[in-house]
């Protein structure tokens, strides 16, 4: 099962037989810090995060 939460932010988990998936850096299932898929050439290097990081799918899904 995989759950997805999108408000101020949007993250998720995933829950296989009945445990928490952690996977071995305990982000598995952590959706909202990864780049946009593909990007266009005037979407790079993409929006700055609150992470550090450029271009994280929260940056264009979240509310605030």
Do not use: S
């Amino acid at each position: 099962m995989f759950g997805g939460i999108r408000g101020t932010g949007c993250g998720g988990g995933i829950v296989a037989n009945g445990r928490v998936h952690k996977g071995p850096n305990r982000v598995a299932g952590e959706w909202g810090h990864m780049p946009l898929p593909w990007p266009r050439l005037d979407e790079i290097p993409g929006i700055l995060c609150w992470c550090g990081q450029w271009g994280c799918l929260e940056t264009y899904v979240a509310d605030g």
